[in-house]
């Protein structure tokens, strides 16, 4: 039905300007005519000028009724990729009765459909999140409990207990943190803050826990740059990759930070730049690197109490503050995670 309608559309089209071509041209020679000693041909030129103006401007017509729809449709669907799970092509695409406002009607049906089920994960990831921290609390009180009466010969295995307790503690931690980010949820808490203050604050902290595993964090340039956001989550992001970067550098090295403004004549850039001096990651894991819950197989085997989190928070933190964050490994060893953030008042 749809293809057919197209094909009326464009049969119609033609008919029409199969008659605006003859009768135009009758009524510009009429209206003009040619002197009788003038050749015939300028009759026939006057004809061929007034076919070509029809026909172009026809064309250029439907040119515009198929191809503006389709524009706002590609726009659409980036704007959806990007992340924006309200957006919607029936009120851009107006009441249109053929193929193109059949797609919008289905594209629009699709979103309301991926938004419902990416809404329903998040609630579901938020409440089973809060539901744990309750019998985890009680664990905890159980465990205190029963290390006050218990012998030495369980204190091993109370041990255990807590250590485990207190992990799952962080991933509820880091889940809820995911939870509150995918839903926009710190939007209201915008300030103004320095980037360069909370890299500091970070590198030194991050330095103190390094030096107990023979590692250090060397912050290397900072330049003052101003930003519009969250500084806890900022902070948050900063600190989920340096304190990843002293789990995989190499004994004896130190995690490099630099952080510097750039400005090429547009909108200027804070770039931060995080390296450590181990191993880096295979290739084919780079891209995946900030997915929910990925761990590449070195570090599940190093690291068992990572959940594979921390990258990701960090990325949407990034994201909420309008910038980017990209990894790649450093040719003389080593991985490298560049922050690229713009300096300007963000709005969410």
């Not at 039905?1 to 009768?23: D, E, Q, T």
């Not at 061929?48 to 026909?55: D, E, M, R, S």
């Not at 004896?252 to 995080?274: F, K």
């Not at 390296?275 to 590449?296: I, K, M, T």
Request: neutral net charge; glycine residues 8%.
């Amino acid at each position: 039905m749809a293809i057919r309608r197209l094909f009326i559309k464009i049969v119609v089209s033609v008919v029409v300007a199969l008659v605006l071509i003859v009768v135009g041209g009758d009524i510009v020679v009429n209206l003009y005519g040619t002197p009788a000693d003038e050749p015939r041909n300028v009759s026939l030129l006057l004809r061929l000028a007034t076919a070509a103006t029809i026909v172009i401007g026809l064309c250029w017509w439907l040119a515009r009724h198929m191809t503006v729809p389709i524009a706002r449709l590609v726009a659409a669907t980036e704007q959806l990729a990007a992340g924006d799970l309200r957006t919607r092509v029936a009120t851009v695409l107006g009441p249109r009765q053929d193929e193109l406002g059949d797609l919008g009607l289905h594209f629009d049906a699709m979103a309301a459909r991926i938004e419902a089920l990416i809404l329903s994960e998040r609630r579901l990831i938020r409440d089973v999140s809060h539901e744990l921290r309750s019998p985890l609390a009680r664990l905890n009180v159980a465990a205190g409990l029963a290390r006050r009466h218990a012998g030495p010969e369980v204190s091993s295995q109370l041990d255990r207990i807590e250590r485990e307790a207190e992990r799952l503690n962080q991933l509820i931690g880091q889940l809820l943190m995911l939870a509150r980010l995918e839903t926009g949820a710190e939007s209201a808490q915008r300030v103004n803050f320095d980037l360069a203050m909370i890299v500091d604050e970070v590198a030194a902290d991050a330095d103190f826990e390094a030096r107990g595993r023979k590692r250090a964090v060397r912050v290397v340039a900072t330049e003052p740059c101003p930003l519009t956001g969250f500084p806890e989550l900022m902070r948050s992001a900063v600190e989920n990759v340096v304190r990843n970067a002293i789990r995989f550098t190499a004994v004896g090295s130190s995690v490099d930070i630099t952080l510097r403004r750039l400005s090429d004549g547009t909108e200027p850039v804070a770039i931060l730049v995080v390296q450590d001096h181990g191993h880096g990651v295979p290739a084919s894991a780079l891209p995946h690197l900030f997915e929910p819950f990925y761990r590449v197989s070195l570090d599940r085997r190093a690291h068992p109490e990572s959940a594979g989190l921390g990258l990701a928070i960090t990325q949407r933190a990034v994201q909420l503050h309008g910038g980017s964050v990209s990894a790649g490994n450093d040719p003389g060893g080593g991985l490298v995670l560049t922050f690229a953030l713009p300096l300007r008042n963000i709005s969410l």
